[in-house]
């Protein structure tokens, strides 16, 4: 093996094509009125929305084994690695939970679980598989956790339900949110959770699969091979979730299922793969410099997309809760009140929803621009 490049254009890139898409499915202008695929799937199947999270988890994975893995095997002091990555992983919990209790400050009813509370579990745990064991080992330890899930999921009995019954709040792992979490789950469910504890378990493999794609871009082979390899593993991923989706679990976001886990995983690989080619690995330098000017906002967007991503969850709170006054004595929101002008637009409810959920991504990425110009790169 070689050591792997320390930066990747292709893999800031993906990480902000993820923040943008993200900003855009999170902020429309009227949540009662969008597009199929800036939706997420209402319970089984996907759309366009559902890859979102398990890409952030898959380039958490890829960054990992570029760093974490590459110091480590450079000698550098495991136990300091994993500490330093525990203290980053608790700032990043701490950040969504802080965005949880934004604007109440409710403890007795904030919601524990979230999507940075979740990043920051699975990196925690993805740590010292990174660090100490081989990519053997890696694969083995995501079989076993896939397969404890299938049995958990199946054929552990939850109380006054039965076994293997996957509907919503239905579920042994809604079951054992309610007994821990009771009282501080998902507002708009109240029974069950979309980032749960005991789905995070495929969740985690999830970033595991994008460890074992960082080992990959390790390997002495030529890029154009590697990017042969990780487009053909996405097709391979593609046909063992579409198999699983059929004969063990469905397709579900909200569970994390195991055909989900390695569904998305095959997305994350053909999309990676597509950057990677576009941006890295492609043989003609003059492909790579039009590449990279096209996929310029993306990577200005991932060099900060922890901030953004925080930032445009405030933002987006903030324009809820923030009240104005109207003419005729009524409260608006300031998010209602800017959206108005849009909505008075003659080309149809979903693409003026659509139009807002752009605008705001356009500011988002104002003040990505601006924290680029000035060097300004948010680290924890």
Not at 10 to 20: H, K, Q
Not at 103 to 109: E, I, L, R, S
Not at 333 to 347: D, F, M, N, R, V
């Amino acid at each position: 093996m070689r050591d792997a490049p320390v930066r990747l254009m292709s893999l800031d890139a993906f990480r902000g094509f993820t923040i943008a898409a993200m900003a855009l499915v999170n902020n429309p202008g009227d949540w009662g009125n969008l597009h199929a695929q800036l939706a997420h799937a209402k319970w089984n199947g996907w759309t366009f929305t559902d890859c979102i999270f398990p890409f952030f988890l898959f380039i958490g994975g890829g960054a990992m084994t570029l760093s974490l893995g590459r110091l480590a095997a450079a000698g550098t002091d495991r136990p300091g690695l994993l500490l330093k990555l525990t203290k980053r992983a608790s700032l990043i919990f701490l950040i969504g939970f802080l965005l949880n209790l934004i604007p109440n400050f409710d403890f007795d009813t904030v919601r524990i679980p979230g999507v940075l509370q979740r990043i920051a579990l699975c990196t925690v745990l993805a740590a010292p598989i990174v660090v100490y064991l081989g990519w053997r080992a890696q694969l083995a330890v995501i079989t076993a956790l896939l397969a404890l899930y299938s049995a958990l999921m199946l054929w552990v009995p939850v109380p006054g339900i039965g076994a293997g019954v996957l509907e919503p709040g239905q579920d042994f792992g809604a079951w054992v949110d309610r007994m821990l979490l009771g009282g501080h789950l998902w507002a708009q469910a109240k029974t069950w959770d979309p980032e749960g504890l005991v789905s995070t378990i495929p969740a985690l493999c999830s970033q595991l699969f994008g460890v074992l794609a960082g080992r990959v871009l390790a390997l002495e082979l030529p890029r154009t091979e590697q990017t042969a390899w990780m487009l053909f593993a996405g097709l391979v991923f593609l046909a063992l979730g579409s198999s699983l989706d059929a004969v063990l679990m469905p397709i579900n976001k909200s569970l994390w299922t195991v055909s989900f886990c390695l569904w998305m995983t095959g997305w994350a690989l053909l999309a990676f793969g597509v950057f990677y080619w576009l941006l890295d690995a492609n043989p003609h330098a003059i492909v790579r410099e039009r590449a990279g000017r096209w996929a310029k906002p993306f990577v200005i967007y991932g060099m900060n997309a922890l901030f953004i991503f925080a930032f445009s969850g405030f933002v987006a709170k903030m324009l809820g809760f923030i009240k104005l006054a109207q003419p005729d004595g009524s409260r608006h929101s300031l998010g209602s009140t800017l959206y108005a002008p849009l909505k008075a637009l003659p080309i149809g409810a979903a693409n003026t929803s659509l139009l807002y959920a752009i605008l705001f991504n356009a500011c988002m990425f104002a003040i990505a621009y601006g924290m680029w110009r000035k060097r300004w790169f948010v680290k924890v």
